[in-house]
């Protein structure tokens, strides 16, 4: 297959912004911390660190090694919320999501090894940076597709006016959503494949509850042209791990994002499936107390790590320090790289690495613990851990060992993934933008409807 190239694109993008830029740190004095601060700053991360001819969205920065599809998907939604802070245009963002979602449906799809970005509508978990392919052998994954397809929808709903452009922009993204085949993707069962890979087939894992996939499977049930059985949102619940952690009662999953990522497309106060109808409570206030367990387990700090406390806190999937062993306190710990650190009623995964998103991406459940968390770290370790586009990945203050790591390990790099819920959610928190935009999108409210969700804002949906 020949390589794709963009010739027939529009590819032109204005990247100035209307409002002062922020710059990155050039001293140790710290800037005030504001969520506004942060907001804006977080933003530019994917306004800036798009590919200027593909449009997609690096999966990590100052480091640069393959785009996300993810972080494109949140990406789309974060010029939504540039648009509406006066950070760009409302012609700036139309014009980079609509380059973007024209790059996406123009993407070479089949089942070839290379040469390709994806197949029946999905996407491969990353591209290369050059020609926005398929990087090496990763997966075509259903989530990844699923957080991308949330971004586009957000546009879809977000661009409403009867120009050329956003009618272009609502036709393409209703293309993209339409192409998915969510249905090849259960492969014969009853939850979703995680993904597929062409050498082998299908990963024998499957999306079962509780975790960051509940989005993707209200898209595929919503789907008008390729559904899953509504009946697979009660597959998925039977799985649910209930039990009380931490002095909080809830479905438990161990890493923060599990709770985040489907909240920040969707908005659950005051709806209920019928596996929550009958704990009595909603999946928002099940992200509240999953954070506040997060927040309790940081303080009682069982292992002894350095800087725990009441607002130095955080675990979800993250970088880490080193794949390294060493003995703190008597045990040894082993600490890692990238990985999902947690802790619940299943398992606690801790090698004493934080990472801000943790709190970030749960503002809107516990306001009253994650601002004052995101204060502390931004003024505490400001000229390590917070640059130009906001807090970097995570840090480390126990893994002292190794060139200039006299204070602790800081992440020299930021993860796309990671900055999404932070922005996300913290527009959520003060407007309700990206929850009132879905509220507006047929395939959610159909994927919510199907799968027994009731009352609330959705009692008011047609």
């Not at 409002?19 to 140790?28: F, H, L, M, V």
């Not at 042209?225 to 009946?231: D, Q």
């Amino acid at each position: 297959m020949k390589p794709f190239t963009l010739s027939l694109l529009v590819v032109l993008l204005v990247f100035a912004s209307c409002g002062p830029k922020p710059t990155p740190n050039k001293s140790e004095k710290p800037v005030p911390f504001s969520l506004n601060e942060l907001k804006k700053r977080t933003f530019y991360y994917f306004w800036d660190l798009a590919d200027s001819s593909n449009f997609q969205v690096l999966d990590r920065y100052p480091s640069r090694t393959f785009s996300s599809i993810a972080a494109t998907g949140f990406g789309l939604t974060a010029y939504l919320i540039g648009a509406e802070n006066g950070y760009i245009t409302r012609k700036q963002a139309a014009e980079r999501v609509l380059n973007t979602l024209q790059v996406l449906k123009a993407l070479p799809q089949g089942p070839d090894r290379q040469g390709v970005a994806g197949y029946k509508g999905f996407f491969y978990h990353f591209l290369t940076l050059d020609q926005a392919l398929r990087f090496k052998e990763v997966e075509l994954s259903t989530i990844d597709t699923g957080l991308l397809m949330a971004g586009i929808l957000s546009a879809m709903s977000y661009f409403d006016k009867n120009t050329p452009e956003e009618k272009a922009i609502r036709e393409t993204a209703d293309f993209l959503y339409r192409r998915v085949e969510w249905d090849w993707a259960l492969n014969g069962a009853k939850t979703l494949s995680m993904g597929w890979h062409p050498e082998k087939g299908f990963i024998p894992a499957q999306w079962k509850g509780y975790n960051e996939a509940m989005v993707l499977l209200l898209m595929a049930i919503g789907s008008p042209t390729h559904p899953i059985p509504a009946e697979c949102w009660k597959e998925w619940c039977n799985t649910y791990p209930w039990a009380t952690y931490r002095g909080q009662e809830h479905v438990n999953f161990d890493p923060l994002f599990g709770h985040q990522y489907s909240h920040m497309y969707v908005d659950f106060r005051g709806i209920q499936d019928p596996y929550m109808k009958s704990k009595g409570i909603d999946y928002f206030e099940n992200s509240r107390r999953a954070t506040l367990a997060n927040r309790a387990y940081g303080i009682a700090n069982p292992k002894g790590f350095t800087g725990y406390g009441e607002n130095v806190w955080g675990l979800t999937a993250c970088d880490g320090p080193a794949y390294d062993q060493r003995v703190i306190n008597g045990e040894t710990i082993q600490f890692m790289e990238y990985s999902a650190r947690g802790a619940c009623s299943i398992r606690e995964v801790d090698d004493g690495t934080i990472a801000p998103t943790a709190a970030g991406g749960s503002i809107p459940f516990a306001p009253e613990v994650c601002i004052p968390a995101l204060k502390t770290m931004w003024e505490t370790y400001y000229a390590d851990l917070v640059d130009e586009y906001g807090f970097r990945d995570a840090f480390n203050l126990t893994y002292i060992w190794g060139k200039d790591k006299e204070k602790g390990w800081f992440d020299p790099d930021y993860i796309g993934i990671d900055q999404g819920p932070v922005i996300i959610q913290i527009e959520n928190h003060q407007t309700e933008l990206v929850w009132n935009l879905m509220k507006k999108n047929p395939y959610i409210v159909a994927g919510l409807k199907k799968s027994g969700f009731t009352g609330g804002w959705l009692g008011q949906t047609n």
